[in-house]
């Protein structure tokens, strides 16, 4: 059986018909002043995006810092352009959760956030992995669970497409973290700048639908769906 | 009763869940997650959007026993070259861990149409139709799982804002996290930007069907069931 409508077309559709965060790249320019309940979440999911970039910027301390003696030394490169990948990632999150704050009458008086960084942490390129693929994990949860307490749709959308991200970052991290899988072999010994092109195709969007100026996972432009007729 | 196709189900998809958000928000006020529906018509609404979801995990479990059917053939066919036949074995089994999260998530949202007084769509009227021109090669097996569980994340992601109720809400949010998971690992693979080790075990790969635990709600754990890896060794 074929299926000969236009599924991209169909996507389109929905995105631009149930959109109150529209795909054209802006903001809806109706978001309603939030409850203060929505801008307690806010503040908190903030927090986590915080908390997250600090703990990155120990994981990229750390990464720089290893001894080439680590056994996972060869990846080193590959490790710090997939963690500022990431951390970018973060960094857009943490962007569009103030501007959503401060639109619906809040404040961002979350301060810098601080690393979550275990007691007695070895900062092995092997523990580096896990610290990162531990913080992705949380974030993920803390965006999933939100949803909960979430009243206005608009904030129940961006927080879910920021924690589809997230666990995309999370079982990633976690085939790595678990021995699964390995960075590929051309990666090794490669300086991190000259992955940066190919490290971004591993989560390529920092949300799954467009948010603002950030495309997400429906914005074809650089990001086609896959022939699969050939 | 007639099968609708994809562009059926995300077309009516999409103005369900527009038509619920204006309810929703059209005077600016806002919701209580917990407020009972005002009518039947915002409940029928709510019902209907979540049995569209519910079309797309049935078409996405159909999906897969067709991509199943597939890649058991290409993975048990002695004329193929023994690495096109590992690398079909590897995606049966993966395919096969994604198929019964899509099944869990059917599961749950028929329990949820069910509570809301509606009759939730079956199996047998939610079927997958293949593009037109599709190859099933192993590559192209890949591919369209990719493809696929990339526009059921998109489509989740959509309708979040449009569900009236917050723990319905919770639980599409819970699904699209999974569904961008298998999206990723799936484009991982078809990239090859990640070389899978002989210890990839395709079954617990993706451990969970949720991100978020939904056990309070009918459904099962999340990623908070998984321990912290350890970082002190």
């Known amino acids: 059986m074929t299926d000969d409508s236009s599924r991209r077309d169909a996507l389109r559709s929905l995105s631009a018909a149930a959109g109150l965060v529209l795909p054209t790249g802006r903001l809806s320019p109706k978001l309603p002043r939030g409850a203060p309940d929505d801008r307690a979440v806010l503040r908190a999911l903030l927090t986590t995006e915080r908390d997250t ?3 990155y910027d120990v994981v990229l301390a750390a990464i720089d810092a290893v001894s080439s003696t680590d056994p996972l030394f060869l990846f080193q490169g590959v490790l710090k352009a997939t963690a500022l990948h990431f951390r970018d990632h973060h960094r857009e999150h943490a962007t569009l959760v103030v501007r959503y704050l401060t639109q619906q009458g809040g404040t961002d008086d979350v301060g810098e956030g601080q690393a979550h960084i275990p007691a ?3 900062p092995s390129l092997q523990n580096v992995i896990d610290l990162a693929t531990n913080a992705e994990k949380d974030a993920a949860l803390a965006h999933g669970e939100a949803q909960k307490t979430l009243t206005e749709g608009g904030n129940a959308g961006l927080a879910s497409a920021i924690s589809a991200t997230e666990s995309q970052h999370f079982v990633l991290l976690d085939l790595v973290a678990r021995g699964f899988v390995l960075p ?3 990666t090794a010994h490669q300086p991190a700048d000259a992955l940066a092109a190919s490290t971004a ?7 799954v639908v467009t948010q603002g100026d950030s495309p997400g996972l429906e914005d074809e432009r650089d990001l086609p769906f896959h022939d699969v007729s050939r | 009763m007639k099968t609708p196709n994809r562009r059926q189900l995300l077309l009516g998809l999409s103005t369900l869940a527009a038509s619920s958000a204006l309810t929703a928000c059209g005077d600016g006020s806002l919701r209580d997650p917990d407020r009972p529906f005002n009518n039947a018509l915002d409940l029928a609404r709510e019902a209907s959007i979540l049995n569209t979801l519910l079309a797309l995990a049935l078409e996405a479990v159909d999906g897969y026993t067709q991509g199943l059917e597939s890649l058991a053939r290409l993975r048990d066919d002695p004329t193929r070259a023994s690495e096109e036949r590992d690398a079909a074995g590897l995606a049966h089994d993966v395919a096969t861990a994604f198929q019964r999260h899509h099944a869990d998530h059917a599961e749950l949202l028929t329990k949820v149409v069910r509570a809301l007084g509606s009759t939730p769509l ?4 939610a079927r997958f139709k293949s593009p037109s021109g599709f190859s099933p090669s192993v590559g192209n097996l890949l591919k369209l799982g990719a493809n696929e569980e990339r526009r059921a994340a998109i489509g989740f992601n959509v309708v979040v804002q449009g569900l009236a109720r917050a723990e319905h809400r919770f639980i599409a949010a819970s699904i699209e996290g999974n569904l961008a998971q298998h999206y990723v690992v799936l484009e991982a693979l078809v990239g090859a930007l990640v ?10 790969a993706v451990t969970q069907a949720y991100v978020a635990s939904t056990a309070d709600v009918g459904g099962g754990p999340g990623l908070q069931e998984l321990p912290d890896l350890a970082v002190d060794d």
């Open chain 1, 53 to 55: 970039l600090k703990t």
């Open chain 1, 120 to 122: 007695g942490f070895v």
């Open chain 1, 201 to 207: 195709r591993l989560v390529p969007r920092a949300f």
């Open chain 1, 184 to 186: 590929p072999a051309a």
């Open chain 2, 195 to 204: 070389a899978p080790t002989p210890g990839f075990d395709p079954a617990t």
């Open chain 2, 122 to 125: 079956r199996a047998e009227d």
